[in-house]
């Protein structure tokens, strides 16, 4: 089992970043795949990105391609999320999950709120 923690969000405004962390422990968290959704109220949650085990190929959500970038470190154990040039309908709590062949899990959240 992984166990999945996020940090890193708050109120901000308009066109300020915030880079989103996901602490991972549990079993070995390079065998996971990792990826960072969203979800708004009354909306459903939505994919923003993904990233490989190994960190070498990423894909992105049309909504924050060029905005928002995925990484992990490995080594600590640790997935982010970059993102700039925030917009207030990028208010949401943010959510990382693991994903193998055989399981997922997901962190229990953290708020971004951005203001106008």
């Known amino acids: 089992q992984v166990q999945l923690v996020e940090s890193g969000g708050g109120l901000v405004q308009a066109g300020d970043s915030l880079r989103l962390s996901c602490a991972a422990s549990?079993?070995?968290?390079?065998?996971?795949?990792m990826g960072w959704f969203r979800q708004a109220p009354g909306k459903e949650r939505e994919f923003l990105a993904a990233i490989i085990r190994g960190g070498g190929s990423t894909r992105y959500a049309d909504s924050v391609k060029g905005r928002f970038t995925i990484s992990r470190d490995n080594t600590r154990n640790m997935g982010y999320l970059h993102m700039n040039n925030l917009k207030p309908e990028d208010t949401a709590v943010y959510y990382c999950k693991a994903e193998s062949t055989q399981h997922f899990y997901w962190g229990q959240g953290t708020q971004v709120t951005v203001s106008s």
């Open positions: 549990g079993r070995t968290f390079s065998s996971y795949a």
